[in-house]
């Protein structure tokens, strides 16, 4: 783990009744086509939302809510960010940013992440962002402890620092660039617009599947069920010929040749496709064993390209009670809440202490659409479903503790895939959100110390 920030992490002290909203990875911004962020109506409603709360509201942006990566270089990127900010498809969502911020008790804190990371050491953007009235404080980690739970620390942190793919050593640096840097730098940016290779696979969704490493199965799959639906077309075009030439038989001949001829092309006809449907069979089999050899061979060169350990890291170091590793000053063994994002993956959990105290490990999310694999029958390799996963996280102080949500906002995406794909996983794919489905995804209570005493 590298070495925290410098200067010693300035910890906030939350009124009883203050809410503190965690928000990462919306990856706002892009060039060429490389913009992934589509949910700039249902962000806006969340800042509304939230601004409607009775007591202060914390809205703390955690990395990656602007995506500068895909906007350009380092250090060439501040006009883009201008002219993303009056881009008119945003207006709501920035004009609801500046009120919730203009408002009494609301304060917006933007965390760096690893997307964002020029904005640390570009004070030129941070003037814009601030000019803009959309941000108070830009920071490398947010710490903060409620007035009455001083013993329970609340720490969040975008947590690209977790996996050692887009870990950075020195924030300031301009030069300082991980290997997922180059990647998105030197790979997927410059895809942009002309990135279609068939009918059904455009490179451009490479921004999409979910997780980094199930991408060379989305592109094994992708060019299998081709290969697939263009067999089966095949098969059905000989049926069909073959039957407007029975057809064309049986007009044209005789009572005594249509008996044989009959007989001839029925026996022929059953021959064809009980070979081609062995064809198919052979296909389809040594098409999946090959499909998964490509997918084994390709997981072997990206292994580690996931930032999927980075829950795992996180739990690690509060077990260890490790530094954490940007927030320097502040115990690991005083962290009752850890929040992160980064992964774009939403999940809570607890784990619990030598000490018995219990913290909760609790991850953001994303607001992106992506890519999830589902099992398809047979064996055949997964079907990658399009689903928007819109999640945040939310803490406030209770008479049981500091309690912590995971909440999500439900967003139907139409269900585009090819007829052979949606065969494959039949029964099976998801269902499509609805605006009236449960929004807490789950809850925690983490109890104070007095009250492990007890």
Not at 31 to 46: C, H, N, Q, R, V
Request: aromatic fraction near 8%; charge should be negative.
């Amino acid at each position: 783990m590298t070495a925290g920030p410098a200067r010693e992490t300035a910890v906030r002290r939350l009124a009883d009744d203050a809410l503190v909203v965690f928000v990462s990875d919306v990856h706002i911004g892009g060039a060429d086509g490389t913009e992934i962020f589509e949910s700039a109506a249902e962000l806006a409603a969340l800042f509304q939302e939230i601004g409607q709360h009775a007591g202060p509201v914390e809205l703390v942006l955690l990395g990656d809510f602007l995506d500068l990566q895909r906007m350009g270089p380092t250090g060439q990127v501040n006009g883009r960010v201008v002219e993303t900010l009056d881009r008119p498809d945003y207006a709501d969502l920035f004009g609801a940013l500046r009120r919730f911020r203009g408002a009494p008790d609301r304060r917006v804190t933007y965390v760096i992440g690893n997307h964002d990371a020029e904005l640390w050491w570009n004070a030129e953007l941070q003037r814009v962002l601030r000019t803009a009235g959309l941000i108070d404080e830009f920071a490398l980690s947010y710490t903060a402890r409620f007035d009455s739970r001083s013993d329970q620390v609340l720490h969040g942190e975008h947590g690209n620092q977790f996996d050692p793919t887009n870990r950075f050593t020195d924030y300031s640096d301009p030069l300082d660039t991980p290997i997922g840097s180059h990647v998105l730098d030197d790979i997927v940016r410059p895809i942009g617009s002309g990135a279609r290779l068939t009918g059904n696979l455009d490179l451009r969704d490479v921004s999409y599947v979910y997780s980094i490493a199930a991408i060379p199965e989305w592109i094994a799959g992708r060019i299998f069920y081709r290969f697939l639906a263009e067999a089966v077309k095949w098969i059905f075009i000989l049926f069909v010929i073959a039957n407007l030439v029975h057809a064309a038989l049986i007009w044209l001949g005789s009572p005594d040749v249509l008996r044989s001829t009959t007989r001839a092309v029925l026996g022929e006809l059953g021959y064809d496709v009980g070979v081609l449907l062995l064809v198919f069979a052979v296909v389809f089999i040594a098409g999946r064993r090959m499909a998964r050899r490509a997918m084994a061979a390709l997981e072997l060169r990206m292994a580690g390209a996931s930032a999927g350990s980075e829950p795992a890291g996180i739990r690690a170091v509060l077990v260890a009670n490790e530094p954490l590793p940007m927030a320097a000053g502040v115990e690991s063994a005083d962290i009752a809440v850890f929040v992160s994002g980064h992964t774009h993956s939403p999940s809570s959990s607890s784990l619990v202490r030598a000490d018995r105290a219990t913290t909760a490990v609790v991850n953001t999310g994303c607001w992106l659409r992506q890519l999830q694999p589902v099992k398809a029958h047979l064996g055949a390799p997964h079907v990658f479903v399009p689903v928007f996963v819109q999640t945040h996280a939310r803490v406030r102080c209770s008479d049981e503790g500091v309690t912590v949500e995971l909440w999500r906002q439900p967003k139907p995406v139409p269900m585009s895939l090819p007829w052979i794909e949606r065969l494959a996983i039949v029964g099976r794919s998801p269902e499509p959100a609805e605006a009236t489905a449960e929004r807490v995804i789950d809850r925690l209570v983490i109890a104070g110390r007095e009250t492990l005493s007890a």
